[in-house]
Nanobody, 124 residues
Framework: QVQLVESGGGLVQAGGSLRLSCAAS????????MGWFRQAPGKEREFVAA????????GYGDSMKGRFTISRDNAKSTVYLQMNSLKPEDTAVYYC?????????????????WGQGTRVTVSS
């Protein structure tokens, strides 16, 4: 099992930026796709972004395209989510997750390990 620890959340004004990090323990990180999901108050968890094991393939939720960028550093066992042009509707708890596969997926059930989440609040 891989342990995932997110960091980088906080309070930011609309239009601002944040960079989330997810540090992983365990030897399977570099061979696993990784993803970010988020859950806003009163809403279901939704897909944000994912990246393949090599970093060469990425995918994004529709409302994140052009604003968010996912990346990874396998040497550091860390995946990042750069979030720009933040909007109040981006307010949520953001979760990092490890897929059982090598290629990115938007399907929540493809992910076996989850972090505790980091809260992002965007003020208007």
């Amino acid at each position: 099992q891989v342990q995932l620890v997110e960091s980088g959340g906080g309070l930011v004004q609309a239009g601002g930026s944040l960079r989330l990090s997810c540090a992983a323990s365990g030897r399977t990180f570099s061979s696993s796709a990784m993803g970010w999901f988020r859950q806003a108050p009163g809403k279901e968890r939704e897909f944000v972004a994912a990246i393949s094991w090599s970093g060469r393939g990425t995918g994004y939720g529709d409302s994140m395209k052009g604003r968010f960028t996912i990346s990874r550093d396998n040497a550091k066992s860390t995946v990042y989510l750069q979030m720009n042009s933040l909007k109040p509707e981006d307010t949520a708890v953001y979760y990092c997750a490890r897929s059982r596969g090598r290629y990115y997926s938007q399907v929540e059930s493809d992910y076996d390990d989850w972090g505790q989440g980091t809260r992002v609040t965007v003020s208007s």
